[in-house]
């Protein structure tokens, strides 16, 4: 973080808010670090569904400042043998567990630093087996942002070492006529987020997305198309999305995550 300015530590979790988890999580780095400011990415990633978190972990954090400390969790391996790590890049510092949570922030970045989380000094004395988000991760960001060094947090370990995930994707069977896909996640408007990626858009063509018995063309915005209907169009995070102007298009289309998603070529014009 720029001289000055409080460290910044993002929280992203599965967690959910109707219980008392992410406050506490949040007590811990406050009374070892009372200077951060936390915030919360999400905690609605779905239970478990370490692809989607990847994903969105990914796709959020080029937009937070430099020295930005991330404490990611996903972690269905919880209490096993499986490796908390701290990962730093050229402009952040990840915590995850080394489930694959990671590996969008390893296939964009280089790594600088790898260190598998284990010196007891920053890290809760008593620690449960079900909650390491509390008692590893969150006392280990807090000590980061109050200075200590990440290679203090434990071993170095080879960056390659790390468990990485296939994430969602798209391929094409016939050299980019046709692109299969699938929904990623659902935002809180009822949006599907596919792993259509935009980028492969050839704009002399018109686009048409296909998932069951929905077929539309990709459009620009909500506006093209009249109140309470259909469209796909290219979300926020450069991705295709399914929408419902002014609507809820998960619950109207009976669409859900996992569902494939077929894009399609035609002509222009």
Not at 161 to 167: A, D, F, G, V
Request: charged share 15%.
């Amino acid at each position: 973080m720029h001289a000055g300015h409080p460290p910044v530590i993002v929280l992203m979790t599965d967690f959910g808010l109707s219980d008392t988890y992410v406050g506490q999580m949040k007590g811990v780095i406050l009374s070892l670090a009372p200077s951060a400011q936390i915030i919360d990415l999400t905690h609605a990633i779905t239970a478990q569904n370490i692809a989607q978190g990847a994903f969105l972990l990914g796709k959020s954090a080029p937009f937070f400042p430099e020295g930005t400390i991330f404490v990611a969790v996903v972690d269905p391996g919880v209490g096993t043998s499986r490796k908390a790590i701290a990962v730093k890049t050229a402009c952040h510092t990840f915590l995850a567990p080394d489930n694959g949570l990671l590996t969008a922030i390893f296939q964009a970045n280089e790594v600088t630093r790898c260190v598998a989380i284990t010196s007891e000094r920053y890290l809760l004395p008593a620690r449960s087996s079900t909650f390491h988000g509390r008692d590893v991760f969150s006392p280990a960001s807090a000590h980061l942002a109050s200075g200590v060094a990440l290679l203090e947090l434990g071993s170095e370990i080879d960056p390659s070492t790390c468990t990485r995930i296939p994430l969602p994707g798209c391929n094409t069977p016939d050299n980019g006529a046709t692109w299969e896909g699938t929904i990623i996640c659902t935002d809180h408007f009822g949006n599907l987020v596919t792993s259509l990626d935009s980028k492969i858009l050839d704009h002399s063509k018109q686009w048409m997305i296909s998932t069951g018995k929905l077929r539309l063309p990709v459009s620009n915005t909500y506006g093209d198309v009249a109140d309470q209907q259909p469209l796909a169009y290219t979300g926020s995070s450069g991705m295709i999305e399914i929408a419902i102007r002014n609507g809820n298009a998960a619950l109207e289309l009976g669409l859900k995550d996992g569902d494939s998603v077929l894009m399609t070529s035609e002509p222009a014009g």
